[in-house]
């Protein structure tokens, strides 16, 4: 990253927080953290499942645990400052700190996105063309759509922040967030940022619009080609679209809503931050455990060879 602005006269900026009242700042704190564990515990009992269990040694899974591993990265960006500020009457965060952290988010969050339209790739090629499945997503395949999802993620993030680690910020340093929202930081500089602005809408905003497109796109042509189908082949695959629908519509969807609609209402942007942050990523474990009988027997393996400790279910 590039060395940050030595015009700055702002060391620092100061997060508003969900709410002022420090029994509701309690009770966020204690919901938060308990979130945040079962985000922690339901990504990587994903990623630990489908690294030791053998059945689960197929391109699909391959995606479903990296997808995890960028659930946790995504939500650890943020969530455990957001954790510790509910407990602070004055919550600050460093110029420093505050690039950092909408640098890592954008780079995970952008790196998501990409991953989603892999994985979406991996269903059509199962469905459309089962024969040539394994000849078409090879190791090689695998692993170059998953450097390209970094790639893409480091891109992303990397177009919008040099631009905004060059700016002045010498007067408000108030941010109505819990996070370091980069829409809110931008608006703060002591300079024209119109035309930053635009380039924030269009790189994140259009990006995830066109990519939401295109995955609806597919998913529909899934869909018609199943239904072609015998109900009994088609069963299953449709369980396994619907899980995959599910966590596209609850990761584009807010994606969409805050850089489509971004600087006008900030009790929507806190809604949303929190969503996008917390929710999604507690949310989709639990979607494609509930929803994936193999998933489901992988964690009762893993559990009764001690790998881990867990409940009896």
């Known amino acids: 990253m590039a060395i940050l602005n030595k015009n700055s006269n702002v060391s620092e900026f100061i997060l508003l927080g969900l709410s002022?009242?420090?029994?509701?700042?309690?009770?966020?704190f204690a919901i938060f953290i308990l979130v945040y564990v079962a985000i922690i515990v339901g990504n990587l009992l994903v990623i630990i499942s489908v690294i030791f269990d053998?059945?689960?040694?197929?391109?699909?899974y391959f995606f479903l645990a990296n997808l995890s591993f960028f659930d946790l990265c995504f939500s650890s960006a943020a969530?455990?400052?957001?954790?510790?500020d509910f407990l602070r009457k004055r919550k600050t965060i460093t110029l420093w700190g505050c690039t950092v952290q909408m640098y890592f988010m954008h780079f995970f969050g952008g790196g998501e996105m990409s991953l989603l339209i892999a994985m979406a790739i991996d269903r059509y090629v199962?469905?459309?063309?089962?024969l040539h499945y394994q000849t078409i997503m090879n190791h090689r395949m695998l692993i170059g759509f998953l450097v390209l999802s970094w790639a893409v993620g480091f891109i992303h993030t990397t177009s919008q922040m040099v631009f905004t680690v060059g700016l002045p910020f010498c007067g408000p340093n108030v941010v109505d967030s819990i996070f370091c929202d980069l829409p809110l930081v931008i608006k703060l500089a002591c300079t024209d940022t119109y035309n930053l602005e635009l380039l924030v809408i269009a790189d994140s905003g259009l990006l995830s619009l066109v990519c939401f497109i295109l995955l609806a796109i597919s998913y529909i042509i899934m869909f018609v080609t199943l239904g072609q189908r015998s109900s009994s082949a088609s069963s299953k695959a449709v369980s396994t679209l619907s899980a995959h629908i599910t966590v596209v519509i609850l990761l584009f969807g807010p994606a969409i809503l805050i850089y489509v609609f971004p600087f006008n209402s900030?009790?929507?942007d806190k809604f949303l931050s929190v969503f996008y942050t917390i929710i999604t990523p507690f949310l989709n474990p639990i979607i494609y455990t509930l929803r994936n009988q193999e998933m489901k027997g992988a964690i009762k393996r893993l559990c009764s060879r001690n790998i881990i400790s867990c409940l009896d279910t």
Do not use: G, R
């Open 126 to 130: 199962a469905i459309c063309k089962p």
């Open 20 to 28: 002022s009242s420090q029994e509701l700042q309690l009770l966020f």
């Open 79 to 84: 969530t455990p400052k957001v954790i510790a």
């Open 54 to 60: 053998n059945h689960l040694h197929s391109p699909m």
């Open 266 to 268: 900030y009790s929507v």
